[in-house]
Structures are given as structure tokens and as C-alpha cells.
T-cell receptor, first 112, second 112 residues
Framework: SQQGEEDPQALSIQEGENATMNCSYK?????LQWYRQNSGRGLVHLIL?????REKHSGRLRVTLDTSKKSSSLLITASRAADTASYFC????????????FGTGTRLQVFP | SQTIHQWPATLVQPVGSPLSLECTVE??????LYWYRQAAGRGLQLLFY??????ISSEVPQNLSASRPQDRQFILSSKKLLLSDSGFYLC???????????FGPGTRLTVL
């Protein structure tokens, strides 16, 4: 079953603008992760945020987590054409941590 | 450093033919291993995961199977491919369960 659902499904912006993607999930988690996938490639891990954290930064990335609303957001500031990719959230399950459940992804297009 | 390899990179197979995709990990021991399938423009579907040699958990009933004959080798197989088996197959490894997953480059399978 799908644990994470990203919103929007697709997002188009101009270089220099900020991009915000949201993820909602259904069950309790220990951590939530964001991954990036360039077309036809494997996924690359971006950031992991634990359930007791509310915000985390990595370079131009900012991730927030609201466990009461079972949601997370990924903000990419000052976007670049090279940020064009699909972005996925993934959650573990607090009852079965052997695996991650990935969301459906947000396709981000950044126009130069 | 750890690396993950998948081969072949692309594969075109007729319906009813067998399949064997291989994934190997270097630079770590006793990894958790995962096989995912991704349909075009879609999210990741977890097919199998393994927490140790000979230990395979199947997530989705289908005509695919997985084996882990060695600690760092994960194989995805089918005796008879179906058209619906077409897709992008990704192998991943992680350390502790639920932690960051590291993905291989993927195999694009087309069944004709």
C-alpha cells in the first residue's frame, strides 16, 4: 500500500524561484526521507529527518516534518535548471522498519 | 567506500523468456537488499527485500522471484516473462533497516 503521497504531481518554475513539494503519509514513522531521481537513473538520497525533528537543512534544501499532520515538505531555494528531476518521499513504518515505502513523486521542471 | 552495481543496464526480452537481473554491493557487509520496479513516470513499487543470506520477503505476488546466494549479491528472476513485467528495475542497499537506501543505476527491461 502507498504510504507517501506527494503533492503536486508536477511543478514547473523558472530558475531562481523556490520550489515546494509536500508529502503526506498514513501511519506512524521513525523517520522520513527525501530522494531525487534524474530521468532514467537511480535514486539519490537527499535528506533524512527523524520523527523527533521538526526541520532540517542541507545546502539549498529545507525539510520540515509535522507528525501531528503526518506531513512533510521539501523546499528547494533559488532553484537551478540542474534541479530538474523527480522527487520522492519515503517513510519507514514504526512497526516494520525493514523497508521504506516510497510516495508517487513530484516531477520538478526548472526552466532557465 | 560502498558501491552498488546492476546489470545489464538495458534488456529486451520476448514474452515467455526467462529473466535474471543481478545486483552486487561492494564495501559493506550484511547489507539489507531491495528490489524495486518503477513503471514509466510512476513511483517505486517494492518487490522483494532481504535482511540476510537466503532470507527473502516478497511484497507483491507475481511471476518474479528473488534470491540472495551470497551476502552482497541479490538476483531477480523469472521463469516466463509477461508484457506487464516491463519497467525500470532498481536495486538498493541499506545499513540499519529503515535507514538511508543507496540505489544502483537500474535496469530498463522491455518485454515484447
Amino acid at each position: 500500500s502507498q504510504q507517501g503521497e506527494e503533492d503536486p504531481q508536477a511543478l514547473s518554475i523558472q530558475e531562481g524561484e523556490n520550489a515546494t513539494m509536500n508529502c503526506s503519509y498514513k501511519t506512524s514513522i521513525n523517520n522520513l526521507q527525501w530522494y531525487r531521481q534524474n530521468s532514467g537513473r537511480g535514486l539519490v538520497h537527499l535528506i533524512l529527518i527523524r520523527s523527533n525533528e521538526r526541520e532540517k537543512h542541507s545546502g539549498r534544501l529545507r525539510v520540515t516534518l509535522d507528525t501531528s499532520k503526518k506531513s512533510s515538505s521539501l523546499l528547494i531555494t533559488a532553484s537551478r535548471a540542474a534541479d530538474t528531476a523527480s522527487y520522492f518521499c519515503a517513510t519507514d513504518g514504526s512497526y516494520n522498519t525493514d523497508k521504506l515505502i516510497f510516495g508517487t513523486g513530484t516531477r520538478l521542471q526548472v526552466f532557465p | 567506500s560502498q558501491t552498488i552495481h546492476q546489470w545489464p543496464a538495458t534488456l529486451v526480452q520476448p514474452v515467455g523468456s526467462p529473466l535474471s537481473l543481478e545486483c552486487t554491493v561492494e564495501g559493506t557487509s550484511n547489507p539489507n537488499l531491495y528490489w524495486y520496479r518503477q513503471a514509466a513516470g510512476r513511483g517505486l513499487q517494492l518487490l522483494f527485500y532481504s535482511v540476510g543470506i537466503g532470507q527473502i520477503s516478497s511484497e507483491v505476488p507475481q511471476n518474479l522471484s528473488a534470491s540472495r546466494p551470497q551476502d552482497r549479491q541479490f538476483i531477480l528472476s523469472s521463469k516466463k516473462l509477461l508484457l506487464s513485467d516491463s519497467g525500470f528495475y532498481l536495486c538498493a542497499w541499506s545499513g540499519p533497516p529503515g535507514d538511508t537506501q543507496y540505489f544502483g543505476p537500474g535496469t530498463r527491461l522491455t518485454v515484447l
